[in-house]
């Protein structure tokens, strides 16, 4: 059995003992080996369209997690100003009305807010590429904002069922300043780091599947020329699926590796980058979770 | 029906009001979703009136809209027989170009379906999906429940055990290696690390297809697999899109958790059973983890699990909207004809709204239902320990 | 007297906690340890018990890291027939087993004496008895934290039955187990410590900050003293070490405080709580004499300290939080200089006239009081002060209760770095600072060593001198009688004589 030995302090020590770094790292350095290997073999047209997908994607993410941050914060305050209110009518409504939001899955949420985009980019509403994707990323975000107004009611009430709250109260601070300053500036950053992460790592799964649903056929006015191009607008792509097809004849000719790698390129590099991307999330997000003892 | 009215029991104060709460929700949907098909109709029968009256145009024979000869003398003809209502007459071309636009484009038209919206005929068709939908939905759901426990049971007790990741220990072995600089030792020491290196990459393997997208599973392995059938939906279900790593983690933050609450170390001062090495006399039994009820007695951990248990209960429910997504993402971006998932697509693309909304209605239901099973689940366990 | 000397070191991520070179243990003895909370006993105490975990801290004893301890056999003897009552009962019972099932859990499972014991413990309890808990699964409200407490101090009693012929190889640790308990009770629970003692001659670490306990041994054991060892865990120059404490140290400020004469006087009167107060269905009723035949409001006067007292768990915290407004009762008057309050007064009007600004409060727990993460220096922050505090005022106020002059640095400081007697001293400044005219104190000497208690006494009879109105509830009877004339004393009594309230004091 292997039992934990390290005790050095070598910055590799440093970075093995803070695994959401190391993740960082590792995920800054799969992708910089990435660019390399498509910067030789994958020919330009496609490596220019691959390096502005992964960008867009990247920039829609962060984009998702400032909106669904704005979002949930507002929601997770307005709750519990409202829940602490003397009339209830308010907190009731608005619990209730998230509490549907919450049982549509996320996914038709995206979807419905596509088949919007659709229709206005058809009657020639929107047409820059950026406003679709301040679009995408505001419908992506009201599927997801609502774990981090989760967390912050979380954290909210786990400060109530202390003496934390009441004491400051007595004191005379303002309830406005102990929950948005106190408890979740100074006490809760890393929790909401956390999550923010989840969120981003959502976004770019949802980003993806919702391109791969619109490349089998949401409108017949729109089609993914249209849109903004994203790593799943370029996995939608027919020469992509194809590329991720021709995985299948290393099941009958496993000798095709060799040249897997080379000839079908620009496919497996989406691929690789989303899926790396995910794995490299959610160990960044679990690595925060261990070195804050989030749990 | 005995538990049916239990809950209806006035010690039952607060699933009763959660309950109040889903069904309003339901029914409020409902309405919205009525209201909604309703006005889609509506809107459907006076389109077909007034497609109706422009088809008459359309039927005139001898009259060719393609040929501008034909369309100059239809719309002459308009002014002479409508003389001064200029507008009138150029909206009637608009709506005769439009419709033939559509007659070309409208994969409605060209696939020769009627576009007669939510009919019975349509809603006994959808039920059938519906159904097998729910059936691979509670499997999958089941399946990842157990699977996830497993797994997580399994990291806990490995990071008890203080395993280091295959590439930790890689590394470590450089290091010795270097240090040591015994000549006689290298050939052993790259065999080990060859052994690691394989090991590492094998568990990155596994652990990105637990993060790939379903479609991108699907189409690499389309020749060679019937993707369509339902047996590999249940298999993708389970292993594609994170559903079950994120969920398998979820329980393992709870046993981390519990693990460092005082009653933990209560437990191991009345000398239970600490270790966490396999099958040791006082360690787990690796049987367990195959088991389908876990039994940890004499254990310290027993306690940790049933109260991680307690608290991923309720857990689920976030975990079952995100399946329920990834199931609709496999059905839709697989092209699964004859689909639930598959079927609210194409709706979409006939603009036959009104049944696309039905199926968005028949999916919160499936998950407003899964949320009732685990709050009544939920309220049971807690009236078991005393809440 | 046998003593074992430890050399201990305890760091977490490169931070030292703990680093001493002096802890001496005596063997079949008790040693009452004493010392401001958060110095360091119970960490100390736990790695000697072979209770940390080296994956969390990184641990030498004698120079050997902890592994290597834990594998001795000292440490595993000590692990097999000792036991450690933890500090906080809550988190220390499985919340999804009966307390019956906990108690013959592992070891104690054929421990002789269960009966005997429980009898003992719950012989002064003026709350139903142990039979009617012991199917019950521990919750935060229920059982109360006293009853908890017991339960834990029962399971230690069992093992020390149970481990009767290993009495020099086992270590009971008893950590502050009487910080639930009223006097009655705690009394109880120290006669059975005793005769456990007496007759088994086995090694106890008793930690406390309840320096009454010092009177009792002393006063009732006189010939048990002998094996009795008060010891103090000092931080002197960032240094840890371990002194002798002399009970006469005590007993004669103790002594001293008595001889003194306590003002009476009938001052104005600044707020009267109306006798009966309703809340969760229950009746909490104040009177002046014990039994609560006569029902009597509540006077807080000016300059002058009001005593509340009453058994565990009968809602003491609860009624100073209605006071103060953070709980609806059904029923309630109250008069506040010329204003009354009632179950019908808006929040919004206790947030306006009365936080911070009439009234103000000192929670017990000083740890959940605080921000953990503020420096020291933003603990005044936000307070309802016309002029903001700089710099100067703040240092002033420390030096108040802090040994020297506070440093910069130290007002950079986190405050989870500092010590729980640091944390309760700032915890009691935060409010001493605000001018209000009545201080409501629960459990002000919570976590403090005694000169650091006898520094907050001396500070609150100043305050009392510059016309503060002040209500105490406190453990600490046998220090607080010192301070209160006997007409200020009120007892508070509950319909029910088990408190099922929620759990206002949220522990």
Same mark, same amino acid.
């Given at each position: 059995?292997?039992?934990?030995?390290?005790?050095?302090?070598?910055?590799?020590?440093?970075?093995?003992?803070?695994?959401?770094?190391?993740?960082?790292?590792?995920?800054?350095?799969?992708?910089?080996?990435?660019?390399?290997?498509?910067?030789?073999?994958?020919?330009?047209?496609?490596?220019?369209?691959?390096?502005?997908?992964?960008?867009?994607?990247?920039?829609?993410?962060?984009?998702?997690?400032?909106?669904?941050?704005?979002?949930?914060?507002?929601?997770?305050?307005?709750?519990?100003?409202?829940?602490?209110?003397?009339?209830?009518?308010?907190?009731?409504?608005?619990?209730?009305?998230?509490?549907?939001?919450?049982?549509?899955?996320?996914?038709?949420?995206?979807?419905?807010?596509?088949?919007?985009?659709?229709?206005?980019?058809?009657?020639?509403?929107?047409?820059?590429?950026?406003?679709?994707?301040?679009?995408?990323?505001?419908?992506?975000?009201?599927?997801?904002?609502?774990?981090?107004?989760?967390?912050?009611?979380?954290?909210?009430?786990?400060?109530?069922?202390?003496?934390?709250?009441?004491?400051?109260?007595?004191?005379?601070?303002?309830?406005?300043?102990?929950?948005?300053?106190?408890?979740?500036?100074?006490?809760?950053?890393?929790?909401?780091?956390?999550?923010?992460?989840?969120?981003?790592?959502?976004?770019?799964?949802?980003?993806?599947?919702?391109?791969?649903?619109?490349?089998?056929?949401?409108?017949?006015?729109?089609?993914?020329?249209?849109?903004?191009?994203?790593?799943?607008?370029?996995?939608?792509?027919?020469?992509?699926?194809?590329?991720?097809?021709?995985?299948?004849?290393?099941?009958?000719?496993?000798?095709?590796?060799?040249?897997?790698?080379?000839?079908?390129?620009?496919?497996?590099?989406?691929?690789?980058?989303?899926?790396?991307?995910?794995?490299?999330?959610?160990?960044?997000?679990?690595?925060?979770?261990?070195?804050?003892?989030?749990? | 029906?005995?538990?049916?009215?239990?809950?209806?029991?006035?010690?039952?104060?607060?699933?009763?009001?959660?309950?109040?709460?889903?069904?309003?929700?339901?029914?409020?949907?409902?309405?919205?979703?009525?209201?909604?098909?309703?006005?889609?109709?509506?809107?459907?029968?006076?389109?077909?009136?007034?497609?109706?009256?422009?088809?008459?145009?359309?039927?005139?024979?001898?009259?060719?809209?393609?040929?501008?000869?034909?369309?100059?003398?239809?719309?002459?003809?308009?002014?002479?027989?409508?003389?001064?209502?200029?507008?009138?007459?150029?909206?009637?071309?608009?709506?005769?170009?439009?419709?033939?636009?559509?007659?070309?484009?409208?994969?409605?038209?060209?696939?020769?379906?009627?576009?007669?919206?939510?009919?019975?005929?349509?809603?006994?068709?959808?039920?059938?999906?519906?159904?097998?939908?729910?059936?691979?939905?509670?499997?999958?759901?089941?399946?990842?429940?157990?699977?996830?426990?497993?797994?997580?049971?399994?990291?806990?007790?490995?990071?008890?055990?203080?395993?280091?990741?295959?590439?930790?220990?890689?590394?470590?072995?450089?290091?010795?290696?270097?240090?040591?600089?015994?000549?006689?030792?290298?050939?052993?020491?790259?065999?080990?690390?060859?052994?690691?290196?394989?090991?590492?990459?094998?568990?990155?393997?596994?652990?990105?297809?637990?993060?790939?997208?379903?479609?991108?599973?699907?189409?690499?392995?389309?020749?060679?697999?019937?993707?369509?059938?339902?047996?590999?939906?249940?298999?993708?279900?389970?292993?594609?899109?994170?559903?079950?790593?994120?969920?398998?983690?979820?329980?393992?933050?709870?046993?981390?958790?519990?693990?460092?609450?005082?009653?933990?170390?209560?437990?191991?001062?009345?000398?239970?059973?600490?270790?966490?090495?396999?099958?040791?006399?006082?360690?787990?039994?690796?049987?367990?983890?195959?088991?389908?009820?876990?039994?940890?007695?004499?254990?310290?951990?027993?306690?940790?699990?049933?109260?991680?248990?307690?608290?991923?209960?309720?857990?689920?429910?976030?975990?079952?909207?995100?399946?329920?997504?990834?199931?609709?993402?496999?059905?839709?971006?697989?092209?699964?004809?004859?689909?639930?998932?598959?079927?609210?697509?194409?709706?979409?693309?006939?603009?036959?709204?009104?049944?696309?909304?039905?199926?968005?209605?028949?999916?919160?239901?499936?998950?407003?239902?899964?949320?009732?099973?685990?709050?009544?689940?939920?309220?049971?366990?807690?009236?078991?320990?005393?809440? | 007297?046998?003593?074992?000397?430890?050399?201990?070191?305890?760091?977490?991520?490169?931070?030292?906690?703990?680093?001493?070179?002096?802890?001496?243990?005596?063997?079949?003895?008790?040693?009452?340890?004493?010392?401001?909370?958060?110095?360091?006993?119970?960490?100390?105490?736990?790695?000697?018990?072979?209770?940390?975990?080296?994956?969390?801290?990184?641990?030498?004893?004698?120079?050997?890291?902890?592994?290597?301890?834990?594998?001795?056999?000292?440490?595993?003897?000590?692990?097999?027939?000792?036991?450690?009552?933890?500090?906080?009962?809550?988190?220390?019972?499985?919340?999804?087993?009966?307390?019956?099932?906990?108690?013959?859990?592992?070891?104690?499972?054929?421990?002789?004496?269960?009966?005997?014991?429980?009898?003992?413990?719950?012989?002064?309890?003026?709350?139903?008895?142990?039979?009617?808990?012991?199917?019950?699964?521990?919750?935060?409200?229920?059982?109360?934290?006293?009853?908890?407490?017991?339960?834990?101090?029962?399971?230690?009693?069992?093992?020390?039955?149970?481990?009767?012929?290993?009495?020099?190889?086992?270590?009971?640790?008893?950590?502050?187990?009487?910080?639930?308990?009223?006097?009655?009770?705690?009394?109880?629970?120290?006669?059975?410590?005793?005769?456990?003692?007496?007759?088994?001659?086995?090694?106890?670490?008793?930690?406390?900050?309840?320096?009454?306990?010092?009177?009792?041994?002393?006063?009732?054991?006189?010939?048990?003293?002998?094996?009795?060892?008060?010891?103090?865990?000092?931080?002197?120059?960032?240094?840890?070490?371990?002194?002798?404490?002399?009970?006469?140290?005590?007993?004669?400020?103790?002594?001293?405080?008595?001889?003194?004469?306590?003002?009476?006087?009938?001052?104005?009167?600044?707020?009267?709580?109306?006798?009966?107060?309703?809340?969760?269905?229950?009746?909490?009723? $104040?009177? #002046?004499?014990?039994?609560?035949?006569?029902? !009597? *409001? +509540?006077?807080?006067?000016?300059? %002058?300290?009001?005593?509340?007292?009453?058994?565990?768990?009968?809602?003491?915290?609860?009624?100073?939080?209605?006071?103060?407004?953070?709980?609806?009762?059904?029923?309630?008057?109250?008069?506040?200089?010329?204003?009354?309050?009632?179950?019908?007064?808006?929040?919004?009007?206790?947030?306006?006239?009365?936080?911070?600004?009439?009234?103000?409060?000192?929670?017990?727990?000083?740890?959940?009081?605080?921000?953990?993460?503020?420096?020291?220096?933003?603990?005044?922050?936000?307070?309802?002060?016309?002029?903001?505090?700089?710099?100067?005022?703040?240092?002033?106020?420390?030096?108040?209760?802090?040994?020297?002059?506070?440093?910069?640095?130290?007002?950079?400081?986190?405050?989870?770095?500092?010590?729980?007697?640091?944390?309760?001293?700032?915890?009691?400044?935060?409010?001493? $600072?605000? #001018?209000?005219?009545?201080?409501?104190?629960? !459990? *002000? +000497?919570?976590?403090?060593?005694? %000169?650091?208690?006898?520094?907050?006494?001396?500070?609150?009879?100043?305050?009392?001198?510059?016309?503060?109105?002040?209500?105490?509830?406190?453990?600490?009877?046998?220090?607080?009688?010192?301070?209160?004339?006997?007409?200020?004393?009120?007892?508070?009594?509950?319909?029910?004589?088990?408190?099922?309230?929620?759990?206002?004091?949220?522990?």
């Amino acid at each position: 059995m292997a039992i934990r030995t390290f005790t050095g302090n070598s910055w590799l020590d440093k970075l093995t003992s803070k695994k959401d770094l190391l993740w960082l790292t590792i995920w800054i350095a799969g992708l910089g080996v990435l660019w390399i290997w498509d910067a030789l073999f994958l020919n330009a047209p496609a490596f220019a369209r691959l390096q502005t997908a992964f960008l867009n994607s990247l920039l829609t993410g962060l984009m998702v997690v400032l909106f669904s941050l704005a979002l949930g914060w507002f929601l997770g305050v307005s709750l519990n100003t409202l829940e602490h209110s003397k009339s209830k009518i308010g907190f009731a409504v608005l619990s209730f009305v998230t509490d549907i939001l919450r049982s549509i899955p996320q996914i038709i949420a995206v979807l419905i807010g596509y088949v919007v985009l659709t229709i206005l980019l058809h009657n020639g509403i929107i047409r820059s590429s950026f406003v679709q994707m301040v679009w995408i990323a505001g419908t992506i975000a009201i599927a997801v904002f609502l774990e981090v107004a989760d967390t912050i009611r979380q954290r909210i009430d786990y400060f109530r069922t202390l003496d934390f709250v009441d004491a400051m109260l007595c004191c005379g601070i303002k309830e406005r300043r102990i929950i948005n300053v106190e408890i979740l500036w100074k006490n809760s950053r890393s929790h909401m780091l956390h999550k923010l992460i989840a969120i981003f790592g959502i976004s770019i799964f949802l980003q993806c599947s919702i391109d791969f649903i619109i490349s089998v056929g949401l409108s017949t006015d729109v089609s993914l020329i249209n849109f903004p191009m994203t790593l799943g607008n370029l996995l939608a792509n027919v020469d992509s699926k194809q590329d991720i097809l021709a995985l299948s004849n290393l099941f009958t000719e496993p000798g095709y590796v060799s040249v897997i790698f080379t000839r079908h390129l620009q496919g497996l590099s989406v691929a690789f980058c989303i899926v790396f991307s995910m794995l490299c999330i959610y160990m960044i997000a679990n690595g925060i979770v261990r070195r804050h003892k989030l749990a | 029906m005995s538990a049916f009215s239990s809950i209806l029991h006035k010690e039952n104060t607060g699933l009763r009001t959660r309950l109040l709460i889903h069904g309003a929700g339901i029914i409020l949907m409902a309405a919205v979703f009525w209201v909604f098909i309703s006005a889609v109709e509506v809107s459907r029968i006076e389109s077909r009136e007034s497609d109706n009256e422009i088809q008459k145009y359309l039927d005139l024979s001898k009259m060719d809209f393609g040929d501008p000869a034909d369309r100059l003398l239809f719309r002459e003809s308009l002014d002479v027989f409508y003389a001064g209502q200029t507008q009138r007459n150029d909206s009637v071309v608009t709506a005769i170009d439009n419709l033939r636009q559509r007659q070309f484009s409208d994969p409605a038209y060209k696939t020769g379906d009627t576009l007669d919206g939510l009919t019975w005929n349509m809603v006994r068709r959808l039920t059938g999906m519906y159904l097998q939908f729910i059936a691979v939905y509670g499997i999958v759901l089941l399946l990842i429940y157990l699977l996830a426990q497993r797994i997580a049971v399994y990291r806990f007790i490995m990071m008890k055990q203080h395993r280091e990741s295959y590439l930790t220990q890689a590394l470590e072995l450089v290091r010795n290696a270097r240090a040591n600089r015994v000549g006689s030792m290298w050939g052993s020491a790259v065999r080990k690390l060859g052994l690691l290196l394989a090991k590492a990459l094998v568990k990155g393997i596994v652990l990105m297809l637990l993060f790939t997208p379903a479609y991108v599973i699907a189409y690499s392995v389309k020749t060679t697999i019937d993707t369509s059938s339902i047996l590999f939906m249940i298999l993708l279900g389970i292993v594609s899109n994170g559903v079950l790593i994120h969920t398998a983690n979820k329980f393992f933050t709870f046993l981390v958790s519990e693990s460092r609450k005082g009653y933990v170390q209560t437990a191991i001062v009345k000398n239970l059973h600490a270790s966490y090495e396999w099958d040791a006399p006082e360690g787990i039994p690796m049987r367990t983890l195959l088991q389908i009820k876990h039994g940890f007695r004499s254990h310290v951990f027993q306690s940790i699990f049933i109260n991680a248990r307690f608290q991923f209960i309720p857990a689920l429910k976030e975990h079952a909207s995100f399946l329920v997504t990834g199931l609709i993402i496999i059905e839709m971006a697989l092209n699964i004809q004859g689909h639930f998932c598959y079927e609210l697509l194409q709706q979409i693309l006939y603009r036959q709204y009104d049944i696309a909304a039905a199926i968005i209605f028949g999916i919160f239901l499936t998950i407003k239902a899964t949320e009732i099973a685990i709050d009544i689940w939920e309220h049971k366990e807690k009236r078991k320990y005393g809440y | 007297m046998n003593e074992r000397k430890y050399t201990i070191r305890i760091a977490s991520e490169g931070r030292a906690l703990v680093a001493i070179d002096d802890f001496r243990l005596a063997k079949s003895a008790i040693t009452v340890l004493l010392g401001e909370s958060g110095i360091g006993k119970s960490l100390i105490s736990m790695a000697i018990a072979g209770l940390l975990d080296p994956d969390d801290l990184d641990v030498h004893i004698d120079g050997k890291p902890y592994a290597a301890y834990l594998r001795s056999q000292e440490a595993i003897d000590i692990r097999r027939n000792g036991f450690f009552v933890f500090q906080e009962p809550s988190s220390h019972l499985n919340p999804l087993l009966t307390l019956r099932a906990q108690l013959r859990e592992g070891s104690l499972a054929a421990a002789p004496d269960e009966g005997r014991i429980l009898k003992k413990l719950w012989q002064g309890s003026s709350s139903s008895g142990v039979e009617s808990i012991l199917d019950v699964y521990p919750k935060p409200y229920r059982p109360s934290g006293g009853e908890k407490q017991r339960i834990l101090a029962a399971m230690a009693f069992k093992k020390m039955a149970a481990s009767a012929a290993h009495t020099q190889e086992s270590l009971f640790i008893f950590d502050e187990p009487t910080g639930n308990l009223d006097n009655r009770l705690r009394n109880e629970f120290l006669d059975l410590l005793v005769e456990n003692f007496r007759n088994q001659m086995t090694t106890i670490v008793l930690i406390t900050h309840d320096y009454s306990t010092i009177s009792r041994f002393t006063n009732i054991y006189p010939t048990v003293s002998k094996n009795i060892l008060y010891r103090e865990l000092l931080l002197e120059h960032g240094k840890l070490h371990l002194r002798d404490f002399l009970p006469g140290e005590y007993l004669s400020w103790l002594e001293k405080r008595n001889a003194t004469t306590r003002t009476g006087q009938k001052t104005e009167t600044v707020l009267r709580l109306q006798p009966h107060v309703k809340v969760f269905g229950r009746t909490l009723s $104040i009177s #002046r004499d014990t039994e609560g035949q006569n029902p !009597e *409001p +509540l006077l807080i006067r000016k300059g %002058a300290v009001t005593y509340l007292k009453a058994p565990s768990g009968v809602g003491k915290t609860t009624i100073v939080k209605l006071m103060m407004g953070l709980i609806k009762p059904e029923t309630m008057s109250m008069e506040l200089g010329s204003a009354v309050y009632s179950e019908k007064t808006n929040r919004k009007v206790w947030a306006q006239r009365v936080w911070g600004r009439q009234m103000t409060m000192v929670f017990q727990h000083a740890d959940e009081a605080l921000n953990q993460n503020s420096k020291v220096k933003d603990v005044f922050d936000g307070l309802p002060i016309a002029v903001p505090l700089n710099e100067k005022i703040i240092v002033k106020s420390l030096s108040e209760l802090f040994e020297e002059e506070p440093s910069r640095d130290f007002l950079n400081i986190r405050i989870k770095y500092l010590s729980g007697g640091q944390k309760q001293r700032l915890n009691l400044l935060r409010s001493l $600072i605000l #001018r209000t005219d009545i201080l409501i104190l629960d !459990e *002000p +000497l919570n976590g403090l060593d005694f %000169a650091s208690a006898a520094k907050v006494i001396a500070k609150i009879e100043m305050k009392l001198q510059s016309g503060f109105g002040v209500l105490v509830i406190s453990h600490n009877e046998e220090i607080f009688d010192t301070l209160v004339a006997t007409a200020n004393i009120y007892y508070l009594h509950s319909s029910s004589s088990r408190l099922t309230l929620p759990d206002t004091s949220k522990r």
